[in-house]
């Protein structure tokens, strides 16, 4: 599985993608890994992952529980966020929930040495992939990636929001979705983005072995996951740096 890793399909056109991207700041990239190495990073996101919660209610956060502090009182604890994040929304606040393991925090606070997160976030950090990367979005600058994982589930939307932390050297965003089924619009988990009326100028399906990529600060969200959507909106997501 270790050599599978973020190996980029051979028939990519990196050049067509960086003329889609310079003219929109965004592009999909379908297909962008080997069929070994998206299964691979498919099952340790299915099977391997122990997964967390993110969520934000307002100025009530954002807060990430591990899976330990979900499993001491799952159930209570989740249904007072699901109101919390519920209420904040209907407000018109800002609103966050989703299922995450923060594959980058683990890295670097030991939490599994040599585990397959581990290894995702290196192959993530290869010459050859970051290579790619500088090549669609014409960014020679990007020198590393972070990572985390992330599953919306039923229930689960990330509220509109620009991704402005420049300070930090966030240079593109990128969703990497790993839905293993062929996901139904009706589903949800899109990955939308919006002009300055708030109309949606672009979306993205959730698709298996499909990465997105944009150009940040860009208005975005991901949209609600309705109740009768299957578990299964798998992503690896974080930002592209240029320090």
């Not at 070994?36 to 997964?51: D, F, K, Q, S």
């Amino acid at each position: 599985m270790a050599r599978e890793l973020f190996s980029l399909n051979p028939l990519l056109d990196p050049a067509a993608l960086a003329e889609q991207f310079k003219r929109d700041g965004r592009v999909q990239v379908r297909d962008v890994l080997t069929q070994a190495a998206a299964t691979a990073v498919h099952e340790i996101l299915a099977r391997a992952t122990p997964w967390g919660l993110a969520w934000q209610a307002g100025s009530d956060g954002p807060h990430a529980i591990r899976a330990t502090e979900l499993a001491a009182d799952p159930a209570g604890e989740q249904r007072k966020i699901a109101s919390a994040v519920t209420a904040s929304a209907r407000r018109g606040d800002y609103a966050v929930q989703f299922a995450q393991y923060p594959i980058l925090d683990a890295y670097l606070g030991g939490w599994a040495p040599g585990g397959p997160h581990d290894l995702l976030l290196e192959h993530l950090n290869t010459e050859d992939f970051l290579g790619f990367i500088r090549e669609v979005t014409g960014i020679p600058e990007i020198c590393k990636g972070d990572a985390q994982a992330t599953l919306y589930a039923p229930g689960h939307f990330l509220g509109l929001h620009t991704d402005s932390h420049v300070g930090e050297g966030w240079r593109v965003a990128y969703v990497f979705n790993f839905c293993r089924e062929e996901w139904r619009p009706e589903w949800g988990g899109y990955l939308n983005f919006y002009d300055d009326e708030g109309d949606i100028v672009a979306g993205y399906r959730p698709r298996f072995n499909a990465l997105n990529l944009f150009s940040v600060p860009r208005a975005h969200a991901v949209s609600y996951v309705p109740p009768f959507a299957p578990i299964g909106r798998f992503a690896v997501t974080g930002w592209f740096r240029d320090r």
